[in-house]
């Protein structure tokens, strides 16, 4: 399978997409970027990816290279261009090659990169079964409300997980639980599901979105609230969200039992939901 990519303007093959060594992203971190996945070639929420990367791109004082219009037109096309039914698509914006000085360049045209790769499905089992997370103290930056690159903190954050033989690292700063190193955390605790509030402490995931729209819409009784380590600690499920793991149930925190120890029912109805909203997107027609 030939992985066909975007690059300013560009489309080709994976291989062949190059860039300067001097290009600011590289040599700074300095750039934003998105995840979005495709259902059944539909992107999934991307007007809402599209704000959210305009939201980065204003963080950062980067111009936005493109409209809406022309993205959605990008969005389309490399869809089309790589195979598979399912992808999910990798946008990097960067704030251009230009000689290395911290400050700007000036009239500097931004960096493009857009890349499609397959969308597995969440493991089944991991659904079935849970995953077991370890925590951290949350030690990047103010503002992770901004998808930025430069994701150092997040890798060596992520990495701890790996190292202890768990999915994911959730973080606490603080003494109040901000997010998973590359996901968006959920508490439920006697029978009401908490979400942290969006803030510039925590990415504004668009999966966390449509959790909360889920359960407003099904009756699920939810807060949005500070949730503070010891309400993490004795949670009766906690639940990780992001574009390409959806939901998944963390059913063992720092090799303790996360409640019973196995996925819980409001994790279950949650899944069941998200799962039929999926299906009402890739039922929808081709525009
Ligand atoms: N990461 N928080 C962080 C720090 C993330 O990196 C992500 C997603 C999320 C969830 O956001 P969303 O629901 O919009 O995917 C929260 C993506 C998938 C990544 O970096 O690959």
Known sequence: MVQIVHLNGQFLPLEEARIPVLDRGFIF?????????V????????????KRLQHSLDGIRL????????????????????EGEDQYLYLHITRGV????????KDTPATVFMMSSPLLPPDPVLRQNGVAAITAVDNRWLRCDIKA??????????????DAGTAE???LRDG?????AASNIFVVRDGILLAPPKGPLMLPGITYDVVLELAAANNIVFHVEPVAESILRSADEIWLTSSTKE???ITHLDGHAVGSGTPGPLYRKLDQLYQDYKATIMRQPSS
Not at 98 to 105: E, I, L
């Open 29 to 37: 971190g300095d750039g934003v970027y998105e995840v979005i996945p």
């Open 39 to 50: 259902y059944s070639r539909h992107p999934f929420r991307l007007q809402d990816h599209l």
């Open 63 to 82: 111009a936005n290279p493109h409209s809406d219009v022309e993205w959605t037109a990008l969005v389309r096309e490399l869809i089309a261009r790589n």
């Open 98 to 105: 230009a000689k290395r000085d911290h400050a700007f360049p």
């Open 149 to 162: 690159i430069s994701l150092l903190p997040n890798v060596l954050l992520r990495q701890l997980a790996v």
């Open 169 to 171: 690292t959730v973080m």
């Open 176 to 180: 109040f639980l901000s997010e998973g």
């Open 247 to 249: 939901i998944l149930p």
